[in-house]
């Protein structure tokens, strides 16, 4: 059985992942605007194209490309969350795609694909999934894989006509209009890259190879641009730790490295799912920090494998994807710590960005099985994989079973906006899932003066 022979199937399994996501938004959500949407028709609405809602001084931050997608949905959908909901299922069906036409590509087993497809489409996502706020980082990593494909190919001598100017180019078009905060891992896993790349040529040639120059260059002037935005920019999280690091890191080191272990171990099985288990007696807590060295461990080993077997002169994708992966590990420890929480960054609000790093291990891991030879090692192997399996077979599994009642809980939330007022202000934060009643209660009169949303006629 040839990998060339099932060409069909790496187009079709993403698109099947695709239609499972799809099903799961429209089991576990309903068109209600809540949570993150309360700041969004704040900040937003009712005049979307006003230009002076636009030409603001943190303009990249809010990621410009949301701004004619939300013209659109306000102006022909009367401001529908499923729409947004369904582009953020596009974004990482599209991604799925990229993923695909890599494995096809470079022959990667259907054993491999397979279980790639499992983790890549996994309901650890769920948080992302049922916030349509955030579907333009769907969009985003669809992006970045393209880019590292492109690369990817170009190093392999596999370029075609375009690919030059395409890695020129899009590093504006991510950085600039899509990515938002995001970019700071895709900028610098490419300065890595090319870095690396650029070493290799030299070793071999003896020579520089400019291009790689222009390349980086190419990205660190987008990433210039967008930093200045950024600097200009005022964020709020709620109920963080305001103060410096360094007193924290004396008086708590334990958080610090209790939260790196356990973000790893959330990739196994995500924070509420963990949780549900522990409750119902099914494993022991513990547990997390034996997925997370675990998850650890395969960063390691996929390094020792990419470098001992010299993969990165055939293919630098897996390589990148590795380190994409650790390096969004180290952002989020580095951003989030402010919350005082070692378990903060098991939340499935990051397992979009954490997958990348899984996604490298598990091709490391494909394109270099018949290269393998200790039997040993191919055990350990399998047993990761069957661990990553469970746990994230065991979060689809509870999320399937959890999905009526989120969905419930949003139909609450239209029932409550009828009357308003019949409610306390600790039930209109606990319900909107916003810490502030006074905004939400000025959310929801924009979107009943406007007939929108939950107010739709």
Known sequence: MTDRKFRWMYGAVPVLGLAFILWYIMAATCDAAYSDYIRQILSYLPDVWNPEKFFVPDLLTRIPINYPVRAFNVTVLDFSVTFDLVLGALGLGLAGLVIGKYCYERRVGAAWFLLLMFLFYSLNKWEMLTNGTGWVHFLAFACFYYHYLVLDRMEAGQGKRGDGLRLKVLPFVITLCIAGPYCAVYSGVLFLAYGFLAVKAYRKTKKWDRAYFFYGLCVLLPLLIYMVSSSLAVYEHTGAYTGPMLPVLLEQPGLFVKFFIKSFGGMVMEKETLEYGVNMGYFPYAVVYAMGFAVMGGYLAALWLNFRFRLYERTILPLILVMAGGMNHVLILLSRWIFLRDDYGMSARYALQFQVGILGIVLTCALLWREIKPTALKALIICWCL???????????????????????????????????????????????????????????????????????
């Open 387 to 457: 661990m990553m399996v469970a746990g994230n077979g065991f979060t689809d599994y509870k999320e399937i079973h959890t999905a009526p009642g989120r969905q419930a809980w949003g139909e609450t939330v239209k029932e409550m906006a009828g009357h308003l007022e019949d409610f306390s202000d600790e039930e209109l934060v606990y319900q909107f899932q916003y810490g502030n009643a006074d905004k939400i209660r000025q959310a929801m009169a924009i979107l009943e003066e406007n007939h929108w949303n939950m107010y739709r006629q």
